[in-house]
């Protein structure tokens, strides 16, 4: 569980007391608030924008496409953008299918994924809904009918290859979509076909296997990022199967495993919420290079509705780039008007933050990462020293190094809170160079703790 953060001033390292007068100090929660210019992983620390096509930091990432994200959002059966579609016919390697787009063209070109039926399904039936819903999250999608109903895995995963082909090189739309940055969905039978093509085009950047049955392969040579989503009540592809399939991946490999409580085998046929508040994530993250979008899968699932178990292997960074120094907003007691700082621009591990009058300066600078960082300078992070326990325990700036003791939540409410034990972080002084210290709260607020990199939950 957690509670709010809280400050104590740092003289007399105590609580301020009542005065004489009887009076007693104030205590008021720090507020995130924007005061400068910020990039979409600072976006949990401010309000959402009003919608718009694109976002100010997307200077610094060209692939970034809509508003900054939420919860909501990604679970909503229509993104921002307004769609189109086009009939494939038969050839080219597969079945024929559909192609569906976003209509803009001011952006430039989009990411894009195939998408495949299961065992004897046919796209219309099966796969049609996705096609629009995607398209409107800025992607470009194609859905495709195999050249047999019974084609098995490997021949599902050859079609896909061929579709992606096709929409990139032949097809009418062949001018929106980025071809070095591709993806493949499938269900079942196709989950097994997403497996098979990804596995044989290591450059494609995201595959995710719904339901996957995959006699042809176990997984051992996969290097695409890859997200693998069941059903609990999947009598089909049960869940022991999934965990045996998954377990096959190399550990090097950015993957996740998500179990959903309902739906059964058919859980990807339909406009399934549970399906994509997980999927849009992934394809944002790993396609369209938008860090915006971790939040919602590190350390563990923000939004766990609908999930029964899941494992993620966290950070999620996309192949062949690096996590950048990400740019900051300052965070602003609510009561003082006052900015959390850390005192004369000091990198020294170890160093205490204070308040301090605001200003421009790199050193009051924060950025809220996916996995609930709150970094300075880029590479330095707030840090309850020592992973301490104990009252009085001090917020200082650390190498960041994944720890529990570096993650944070950013609440609407204002507050700050840690994702381990009941700690708070109140503000009991306004004056300059007051100094935030770690102190345990008896206050229980917000969701269970979510897990570290790596948890399975």
């Keep these: 569980m957690h509670s709010s953060i809280t400050d104590v001033p740092a003289s007399g390292d105590a609580p301020t007391r009542p005065t004489r007068s009887g009076t007693r100090s104030r205590t008021v929660t720090l507020k995130a608030a924007v005061v400068a210019a910020v990039t979409g992983l600072i976006t949990a620390l401010v309000a959402i924008q009003p919608a718009s096509a694109q976002s100010p930091s997307a200077a610094a990432n060209p692939y970034e496409r809509g508003p900054d994200p939420t919860v909501s959002s990604v679970a909503a059966q229509r993104g921002t953008f307004a769609t189109a579609e086009v009939t494939v016919p038969p050839g080219n390697g597969f079945n024929g299918g559909k192609i569906y787009y976003p209509t803009d063209t001011s952006l430039g070109t989009w990411g894009a994924v195939a998408a495949v039926p299961g065992y004897t399904a046919r796209w219309s039936a099966e796969g ?22 019974n084609d098995f895995d490997t021949a599902r995963g050859t079609q896909l290859l061929a579709a992606l082909d096709y929409l990139t090189q032949k097809s009418p739309v062949r001018d929106r979509v980025d071809p070095s940055r591709l993806g493949v969905i499938g269900h079942s039978m196709g989950g097994g076909g997403a497996i098979s093509a990804a596995e044989r085009r290591p450059s494609l950047k995201a595959a995710l296997p719904l339901a996957p049955f995959s006699p042809s392969q176990n997984l051992s040579s996969l290097r695409v990022p890859t997200m693998i989503m069941g059903a609990r009540d999947d009598g089909t592809v049960t869940p022991s199967y999934l965990d045996g399939l998954y377990g096959g991946m190399p550990a090097t490999t950015q993957s996740a495993y998500i179990e959903l409580t309902g739906g059964g085998h058919g859980f990807p046929t339909w406009g399934n919420s549970n399906v994509t508040r997980r999927t849009i994530p992934w394809l944002k993250i790993f396609l369209d290079n938008d860090t915006r979008y971790t939040q919602f899968l590190c350390p563990s699932p923000a939004d766990r509705t609908g999930v029964s178990r899941s494992q993620t292997k966290c950070p999620y960074v996309p192949p062949g780039t690096t996590t950048p120094p990400p740019s900051g907003g300052q965070i602003v007691g609510a ?34 990462t996916g996995t609930g960082e709150l970094r300075v300078y880029g590479n330095k992070c707030l840090d309850a020293e020592g992973a301490g326990t104990s009252p009085g325990t001090r917020v200082i700036i650390w190498d960041c190094h994944g720890g529990q003791n570096q993650r944070w939540n950013v609440n609407t409410s204002g507050t700050i809170t840690r994702a381990d034990p009941v700690c708070a972080w109140t503000r009991k002084a306004t004056a300059p160079g007051t100094a935030p210290r770690r102190s345990w709260g008896t206050a229980m607020a917000g969701p269970a703790s979510a897990g570290p990199s790596g948890s399975e939950d």
Excluded: H, Y
């Design 335 to 368: 009561g003082s008007g006052r900015c959390l700082d850390v005192p004369n621009a000091s990198q020294t591990n170890g160093t205490q933050l204070q308040l301090w009058d605001c200003s421009a300066n790199a050193n009051q600078k924060w950025a809220r």
């Design 128 to 149: 049609a809904w996705m096609g629009p819903w995607l398209a409107s999250f800025g992607f470009v999608v194609i859905g495709i009918d195999t050249n047999s109903p």
